[in-house]
């Protein structure tokens, strides 16, 4: 009789089930998206191919090759010693899988580190405007749409014009430039070009980070932790920087990796129109520059820079949609 209660009662007890951690349940939605996972995928094969392009190719960036007969010259042509050019050779003679390699290397890091400074910038001045309103928020706010109404392109067409077509030097600490020289396995005069780009696109990238983060801030603003925390002395800072900045941060996610995509089309736009980064420094953009007066003769040339362009550009865009769907609340679990 005891042992049948016993079980009765083992039966009827509730079972307690461990609740899933946020990041778990955003891991989970993310995998839904077979895309974004691909792509994510498909990114980190390119960026490790660009991190070892060093191991991983057989001629130097910039070596010629004085063998081949003819230049450009297609995929899978042989060259000195023995070596084959499995994409070919440019009209210089230069592997074609080398620079593309290294390409990458540049045309990604000119993303990441445009959208980090430029989301950062953003996030910081949209959060200072919506937390303190009044003045302040009426400031940055006739300041954002001022810049918005300003035609990007053009824009940046003259200022590339007038800072990268020139040889001033930007007052930077040598240590940096170094630094910034060894990860793009480039000359200190190819880093600085490299940074002033970088600076000119955050000057107009952060425009987008800053209205979304507003707009949060705006909304946290007026919820009841807040308050609570005020009247327990809380500083401004801490508030602004440890709860309504993190609370926010799903739509920066969102915006930055869309803006990876277009952040590289951009680069590559104005490399391709001869403003961007200079040869022989390579970036997909100014390669594409380059295969343009061959194109006809040798259509794969504009392919090589092209293809991981697109795929590139895509992956970001995939990406962007899969993490929109997993951290969208209104979605069940």
Same mark, same amino acid.
């Given at each position: 009789?005891?042992?049948?209660?016993?079980?009765?009662?083992?039966?009827?007890?509730?079972?307690?089930?461990?609740?899933?951690?946020?990041?778990?349940?955003?891991?989970?939605?993310?995998?839904?998206?077979?895309?974004?996972?691909?792509?994510?995928?498909?990114?980190?094969?390119?960026?490790?191919?660009?991190?070892?392009?060093?191991?991983?190719?057989?001629?130097?960036?910039?070596?010629?090759?004085?063998?081949?007969?003819?230049?450009?010259?297609?995929?899978?042509?042989?060259?000195?010693?023995?070596?084959?050019?499995?994409?070919?050779?440019?009209?210089?003679?230069?592997?074609?899988?080398?620079?593309?390699?290294?390409?990458?290397?540049?045309?990604?890091?000119?993303? &990441?580190? %445009?959208?980090?400074?430029?989301?950062?910038? /953003?996030?910081? *001045?949209?959060?200072? !405007?919506?937390?303190?309103? @009044? +003045?302040?928020?009426?400031?940055?706010?006739?300041?954002?749409?001022?810049?918005?109404?300003?035609?990007?392109?053009?824009?940046?067409?003259?200022?590339?014009?007038?800072?990268?077509?020139?040889?001033?030097?930007?007052?930077?600490?040598?240590?940096?430039?170094?630094?910034?020289?060894?990860?793009?396995?480039?000359?200190?005069?190819?880093?600085?070009?490299?940074?002033?780009?970088?600076?000119?696109?955050?000057?107009?990238?952060?425009?987008?980070?800053?209205?979304?983060?507003?707009?949060?801030?705006?909304?946290?603003?007026?919820?009841?932790?807040?308050?609570?925390?005020?009247?327990?002395?809380?500083?401004?800072?801490?508030?602004?920087?440890?709860?309504?900045?993190?609370?926010?941060?799903?739509? &920066?996610? %969102?915006?930055?990796?869309?803006?990876?995509? /277009?952040?590289? *089309?951009?680069?590559? !736009?104005?490399?391709?129109? @001869? +403003?961007?980064?200079?040869?022989?420094?390579?970036?997909?953009?100014?390669?594409?520059?380059?295969?343009?007066?061959?194109?006809?003769?040798?259509?794969?040339?504009?392919?090589?820079?092209?293809?991981?362009?697109?795929?590139?550009?895509?992956?970001?865009?995939?990406?962007?949609?899969?993490?929109?769907?997993?951290?969208?609340?209104?979605?069940?679990?």
């Amino acid at each position: 009789m005891t042992s049948a209660t016993e079980m009765l009662s083992v039966e009827n007890k509730p079972t307690i089930q461990k609740e899933e951690g946020q990041f778990s349940v955003v891991f989970r939605r993310f995998r839904r998206h077979r895309l974004a996972v691909f792509s994510l995928v498909l990114l980190s094969v390119i960026f490790l191919a660009s991190l070892l392009a060093p191991v991983i190719t057989t001629y130097p960036r910039d070596a010629v090759d004085v063998s081949a007969p003819n230049r450009p010259a297609p995929p899978g042509v042989s060259g000195s010693e023995g070596q084959v050019h499995v994409l070919g050779i440019d009209h210089l003679g230069r592997d074609l899988f080398t620079r593309v390699l290294y390409a990458g290397r540049i045309s990604l890091t000119i993303a &990441i580190a %445009v959208v980090f400074l430029a989301e950062s910038v /953003g996030v910081v *001045i949209g959060a200072t !405007a919506g937390y303190y309103g @009044g +003045l302040t928020d009426a400031l940055v706010s006739r300041a954002i749409e001022f810049m918005l109404s300003i035609p990007l392109l053009p824009i940046l067409l003259i200022v590339s014009a007038i800072l990268l077509k020139t040889d001033a030097q930007l007052p930077l600490p040598g240590f940096m430039v170094r630094a910034i020289s060894a990860i793009l396995l480039a000359s200190e005069r190819e880093a600085q070009q490299v940074i002033v780009l970088v600076l000119i696109l955050v000057a107009f990238g952060w425009l987008s980070a800053a209205r979304l983060m507003r707009g949060m801030v705006l909304s946290l603003r007026e919820q009841d932790f807040v308050e609570s925390l005020k009247a327990l002395g809380a500083s401004d800072a801490r508030i602004i920087f440890r709860h309504l900045i993190p609370n926010g941060l799903a739509p &920066i996610l %969102v915006n930055a990796s869309l803006a990876l995509g /277009g952040i590289i *089309i951009l680069e590559a !736009a104005l490399s391709f129109l @001869g +403003l961007g980064i200079q040869d022989p420094t390579p970036t997909w953009g100014n390669m594409l520059a380059q295969s343009q007066s061959y194109m006809f003769q040798h259509p794969w040339l504009p392919l090589v820079p092209g293809i991981p362009l697109v795929l590139v550009a895509l992956s970001f865009n995939f990406i962007g949609d899969g993490l929109r769907d997993a951290l969208d609340p209104r979605l069940k679990r």
